[in-house]
C-alpha cells in the first residue's frame, strides 16, 4: 500500500506564492509519473502538472508560467510551485503517484487566493 501526505497549502493573496508538497511512503520500489489535479466543488478534478520519473513534465494551459512541478526521487516527493497566483486558483489540490501500474492519489490541501 502507498501513502501519499501533502502539505503546503493555505490563504494568500493575489499575487502571491505556495508551494505544495506531496510524500509517498510504504510498498513503494519506483515511482513512474507525480502530478497534481485541483477540484472546485461541483467541478471536476482537472491535471494541473505532472512529471515523470526522467523530469520531463506537463502543464495545464491556466497554470503554465506560473507554476513549477519538480521532483526529489531519493524523497519520493513531489512538489508544485505556484506563482503570480490568481483567485481562479483557488481550489483543493489533489497530488497522485503512479505506482507499479496503480495510481493513488493524496487527501488533498486546500489553495486559497483572495482578491
Known amino acids: 500500500q502507498v501513502q501519499l501526505v501533502e502539505s503546503g497549502g493555505g490563504l494568500v493573496q493575489a499575487g502571491g506564492s505556495l508551494r505544495l508538497s506531496c510524500a509517498a511512503s510504504g510498498s513503494i520500489f519506483s515511482i513512474n509519473n507525480m502530478g497534481w489535479h485541483r477540484q472546485v466543488p461541483g467541478q471536476q478534478r482537472d491535471l494541473v502538472a505532472r512529471?515523470?520519473?526522467?523530469?520531463?513534465?506537463n502543464y495545464a494551459d491556466s497554470v503554465k508560467g506560473r507554476f513549477t512541478i519538480s521532483r526529489d526521487n531519493a524523497k519520493n516527493t513531489v512538489y508544485l510551485q505556484m506563482n503570480s497566483l490568481r483567485p481562479e486558483d483557488t481550489a483543493v489540490y489533489y497530488c497522485?503517484?503512479?505506482?507499479?501500474?496503480?495510481?493513488?492519489w493524496g487527501q488533498g490541501t486546500q489553495v486559497t487566493v483572495s482578491s
Open positions: 512529471i515523470t520519473s526522467g523530469g520531463s513534465t
Open positions: 497522485w503517484a503512479v505506482v507499479a501500474s496503480k495510481g493513488y
